[in-house]
């Protein structure tokens, strides 16, 4: 079998993040050695963006907001879903990930991050929200490395506790759509959500145990 080859390693606050390569259209992300994800992979990250941006089908102008890019599927299945006049904001942590879909993986998404109605933002994507306007986006989408787990049940958690979940309401405009990936299903977070939100729960139809929730505004 062809070995990886590594293009590119940089240091980020949890190790180091490669980006590797086999043939043409085979690649690997990985965070100190572990995968992190792969472009074999990507039926719960398309059925993320699927599910949010769905019920946007009546607005003409929606504004979006992804957390996290990884290699843009989450991004190009958001692109293909809305039409011309929406506006979708990526918010990424680490600018390497970024130039990675500009460059070697854009093949995979047919430069999704290119498209003109996208605009890339490096930092938290927790920081987004707390700063967007009141009522701002119509669907906001969390497409975070593991998703909500055990480790994320504090209240204070910055991306899936009560606090917010608040900010995320708040900048949702009226019957908006909250949608979170998961590698597996969190029922912690799950009723956490429905305080908020009129919730479903959806499997890729994958092998895995990856789950997407979606919360829409009641």
């Keep these: 079998m062809t070995p990886w080859q590594i293009l590119e390693t940089v240091s980020v606050p949890e190790g180091k993040l490669q980006l590797r390569r086999r043939g043409e259209r085979s690649f ?3 965070i100190d050695g572990r995968t992190l994800m792969t472009s074999g992979e990507r039926r719960s990250e398309e059925a993320l963006a699927s599910l949010a941006c769905a019920p946007l089908a009546g607005i003409a102008s929606p504004r979006v907001l992804i957390g996290g890019l990884g290699m843009a599927y989450t991004l190009r299945a958001a692109l293909d879903a809305l039409p011309p006049g929406a506006e979708v904001v990526v918010a990424e942590l680490t ?16 430069g999704a991050v290119l498209d003109p109605r996208v605009r890339i933002v ?12 009141p009522a701002h986006y ?3 989408m969390l497409d975070l490395y593991e998703g909500p787990h055990a480790a994320t049940q504090h209240d204070d958690d910055p991306f899936y506790g009560v606090a917010a979940l608040a900010r995320a309401r708040a900048a949702l405009a009226p019957c908006g759509i909250l949608a979170v990936w998961s590698e597996e299903a ?6 956490r959500l429905a305080t908020v ?22």
């Design 138 to 140: 119509h669907a906001i």
């Design 197 to 218: 939100f009129d919730v479903s729960t959806h499997r890729s139809g994958s092998s895995r145990k990856h789950v997407v929730y979606v919360g829409r505004l009641r």
């Design 28 to 30: 690997l992300i990985t």
């Design 95 to 110: 600018a390497a990930v970024e130039a990675w879909c500009r460059g070697p993986l854009a093949v995979l998404t047919g």
């Design 122 to 133: 490096i930092d938290d994507v927790a920081r987004v929200i707390a700063a967007a306007p």
């Design 186 to 191: 969190d029922a912690g977070f799950a009723r």
